[in-house]
């Protein structure tokens, strides 16, 4: 009883704990008038790799705009986050999926993600899915340049055909917008010696 009470306090402060949240990267200013769309390649996938401010954070919320360059219509989107590999790494937590959106024909309309406090690195990837699309749609991602905060290699992204690879493009970036909140310093020992406390507790109860 007294494990599931510390563990409940535990969790409770991870998500308590004094913190600032803001925007961390985007690339939401400058429209460089560029779209790349899913039904090209055909990609199933597309994204970019970004650049943070050194630190801890937990991811909130993200953005990123679609052109529809077809019919009305409505589809499911995906958002997923990864580590950086060759090119791409593991995923980082789990799909973030909105549902029922709305295209209008040969509409600009932006699309928000809920992170749900997923813990990110300094460096990433996330790619945009497409699922549940009606016939006569043909959405793509628009083209920012240059970022406002944050990083990127402005002459490449990433695409996901089957596989993951690099997409040449022109000097810009996908439209997106990460927000997140970032522990004030000493939140992670603090949480780290609650939790050291909790196993040797637990240690303690086994052998007595």
Known sequence: MRRTIFCATFLAA???????AGVVYSNTLTDTLDTVFFSVGPYSGLGDQVLLAP????????????????EDGTFDAILRLYQVGSPVGAQIGSDFTVAGISAPALGV??????TANTVVPDELIFLVYLTNATAGLDLGLNMFEPP?????????????????????????????????????????AMLGGGLLAAILAGRRRLHS
Request: proline residues 3%.
């Open 14 to 20: 991870l998500f308590a704990a004094e913190a600032s």
């Open 109 to 114: 309309f932006n699309v928000a993600f809920d």
């Open 55 to 70: 630190g801890d954070r937990f991811a909130t919320g993200a953005n990123v705009q679609f052109f529809n360059n077809g």
């Open 148 to 188: 406002t905060v944050g990083s990127s290699d402005n002459t490449f992204m990433l695409r996901d055909a089957g596989g993951f690879a690099q997409l040449g493009t022109n000097a810009e970036n996908v439209y997106f917008e990460l927000d997140a909140s970032t522990p004030e310093p000493g939140t992670f």
